[in-house]
């Protein structure tokens, strides 16, 4: 096992270049989370606003506890509201006068009907941008359909893309639709706050769907379409652009991936399997040949790796020049000395475990790097702090604390 560093601690003090910024997150899950995550690594104040039961991403436990909320949860404040009264959306409103970002992933239409549509909130608050996260966006015939990623996901064409071609299309194990849609967010966050430093808008309305920003994803595949009157097809783990491109079983029953993308490489892989003739084949001559013959280069290669240990095989394989790596899960992870040097993965102070790992905040800036600032917080820690500062006394219990979950 590789040495352990000190877990980092939280300080309260650190900075970051987005301090002096408040985004008010009144999202839930996962795209608004990690939407807001990005902001708050960064010096925002990020307020969670909460109703009475919590943000769902709490619920999501492993052995007992909300490791999803620890993540994403990590540098955000938390403010408990049942805006089913109307003396708490009075501070919600009130808190919304003094915010930069507000993000919000009710359907379509509901904020409207609880009297907070942006056109409201702007007329308050002309600076205010506001992120609104949906699954299908706005308008259009699918507005008012449930958006969860999963739906995205496969209707996006992603799914369709992704598994073996003699199986059923496969949906990604986890939140990526979310988590793309939140990478997204940010960007256009950051676009907005730049435009509104530079004088060219005040507030704007941000429509983040889950759905285009996957989509986006597939790249030339509409224009591949339209072009050669195609749909391309589940390939496992091979490609339809490329070959070689595959993952392969090493003789000691461990995982490679190889991807020989251009014509240098692809010739370079075919020297080292001993194998020089495939590059005088005419089915192997070009690219397009090669992903025309590629189940012949497949068995080549799984051919050649079955004969050697994985460690052996990405030795030879590296040090002849060919581009390739091992299929790592999470345990991998944990050992390998790039993950470690780098510190991808660090380990964080934690009140119930000492420490956790957590990915590390990223992207890197050289001169205004993101800090550590606040552990994910409990639910409403921070409603008398955030009350206090907006001049409100603490709010009576909500008159309903049940609140109907009408989000995406």
């Known amino acids: 096992m590789l040495d352990a560093k000190p877990p980092l601690r939280f300080d309260p003090a650190r900075t970051g270049p987005m301090q002096g910024i408040r985004v008010v997150d009144l999202s839930r899950l996962v795209a608004g989370n990690m939407l807001s995550l990005q902001l708050a690594d960064f010096g925002a104040d990020v307020i969670k606003v909460e109703p009475p039961a919590g ?79 949906s699954g299908f966006g706005q308008t259009g015939p699918y507005a008012q359909y449930p958006g969860f990623g999963t739906l995205v996901e496969a209707m996006s064409g992603f799914a369709a893309r992704t598994g073996f071609p003699d199986r059923e299309p496969v949906l990604p194990p986890l939140a990526l639709a979310d988590m793309i849609a939140g990478l997204q967010g940010a960007q256009a966050v950051s676009t907005a706050l730049l435009a509104r430093q530079r004088g060219l808008a005040r507030g704007q309305v941000i429509d983040l769907s889950l759905l285009e920003p996957i989509f986006s994803v597939l790249g ?83 051919a050649w790796f079955a004969t050697r240990d994985r460690g052996a095989a990405l030795t030879e394989m590296r040090a002849a020049g060919a581009t390739v790596g091992p299929v790592y899960d999470i345990a991998d992870i944990a050992e390998d000395p790039h993950f470690h040097a780098r510190e991808i993965v660090v380990e964080v102070e934690d009140a119930d475990n000492g420490s956790l790992p957590m990915h590390n905040i990223v992207p890197r800036l050289s001169e205004t790097p993101g800090a550590w600032r606040h552990p994910a917080p409990a639910l409403g820690e921070h409603t008398e702090e955030i009350l206090a500062e907006l001049g409100l006394e603490p709010l009576p219990a909500g008159r309903d604390a049940r609140v109907r979950e009408d989000r995406e």
């Open 55 to 133: 943000d769902p991403l709490r619920d999501w436990r492993d052995d007992g506890q909300s490791l999803h909320w620890k993540t994403y949860g990590r540098n955000k404040r938390s403010i408990m509201l049942n805006l089913r009264d109307d003396t708490h959306r009075q501070a919600l409103l009130a808190l919304l006068d003094t915010a930069d970002v507000f993000i919000e992933n009710f359907r379509p239409g509901t904020l409207e009907r609880m009297g907070l549509a942006p056109t409201t909130l702007l007329e308050r608050n002309p600076d205010l941008i506001v992120v609104r996260i």
């Open 220 to 302: 030339p595949e509409a224009a591949i379409h339209r072009v050669t009157g195609k749909v391309k097809q589940r390939s496992g783990s091979a490609s339809n652009t490329v070959s070689p491109r595959n993952v392969y079983l090493c003789g000691d029953g461990k995982y490679v991936a190889l991807s020989g993308s251009t014509q240098v490489v692809a010739f370079r892989i075919f020297e080292i399997i001993g194998r020089p003739d495939m590059k005088t084949d005419p089915r192997f001559a070009t690219n397009a040949d090669r992903v025309r013959h590629r189940d012949e280069i497949d068995t080549a290669l799984g």
